[in-house]
Nanobody
């Protein structure tokens, strides 16, 4: 059974930075593509970023491109999301997700495993 645990959320001022972490336990971490999604109140869960098994390939939503970096450390079974120049519209619960696949995916329904989420609040 795969378990994911996010950390690193909090309250930050607009323009600030934050690094989210997601630790994976269970099956071998390196067989999974990993992704971050977010969900704001009253809105659907949306894709933020994804990273390939090796960490070499990444994909970003337009809303965060240029302000965020997804990375992974397979030795530590951890995926990260570094966010800069945060905006109030980035406020949401951020979830990490895993899928045993080769190619990157951006649709929530395609991911098999989810963490509990971590709250990110950006004040204006």
């Amino acid at each position: 059974q795969v378990q994911l645990a996010e950390s690193g959320g909090g309250l930050v001022p607009a323009g600030g930075s934050l690094r989210l972490s997601c630790t994976h336990s269970g099956r071998t971490f390196s067989v999974y593509i990993m992704a971050w999604f977010r969900q704001a109140p009253g809105r659907e869960r949306e894709f933020v970023a994804s990273v390939s098994r090796s960490g070499f390939d990444t994909s970003y939503a337009d809303s965060v491109k240029g302000r965020s970096t997804i990375s992974r450390d397979n030795a530590k079974n951890t995926v990260y999301l570094q966010m800069h120049n945060l905006k109030p519209e980035d406020t949401a619960v951020y979830y990490c997700a895993a899928k045993d696949a080769v190619f990157l995916r951006t649709t929530p329904s395609e991911y098999e495993y989810w963490g509990q989420g971590t709250q990110v609040t950006v004040s204006s």
